[in-house]
Nanobody
Framework: QVQLVESGGGLAQAGGSLRLSCAASGRTASSLTMGWFRQAPGKEREFVATILWNGVSTMYADSVKGRFLISRDNAKNMVELQMNSLKFEDTAVYYC?????????????????WGQGTQVTVSS
């Protein structure tokens, strides 16, 4: 059974940066598609970014493209999200997600494994 644990959330000013990390334990993460989703109060969970097992194939939401960078280190069973040029509207709980195999989807229903979430708050 895979467990995902996020870290790195917190408070940042608009224009600032934060880095989120997600550690996968329980099995090797190398066969997993991993990604980040977020959920703001009163809104549905939305796609942020995903990365395939090879660490090369990535997908980004239009709202974060050019500002966020997803990366992974399979040797450490870890995926990270570098968030730059933060905006107030980036405020949300960020969730790490994973699924076996190659998942090229922005639909959060396609991901079965989830972390507990980490709060990101951007002050304007």
């Amino acid at each position: 059974q895979v467990q995902l644990v996020e870290s790195g959330g917190g408070l940042a000013q608009a224009g600032g940066s934060l880095r989120l990390s997600c550690a996968a334990s329980g099995r090797t993460a190398s066969s997993l598609t991993m990604g980040w989703f977020r959920q703001a109060p009163g809104k549905e969970r939305e796609f942020v970014a995903t990365i395939l097992w090879n660490g090369v194939s990535t997908m980004y939401a239009d709202s974060v493209k050019g500002r966020f960078l997803i990366s992974r280190d399979n040797a450490k069973n870890m995926v990270e999200l570098q968030m730059n040029s933060l905006k107030f509207e980036d405020t949300a709980v960020y969730y790490c997600a994973a699924e076996l195999g190659a998942v090229r989807s922005t639909d959060y229903h396609r991901f079965a494994l989830w972390g507990q979430g980490t709060q990101v708050t951007v002050s304007s």
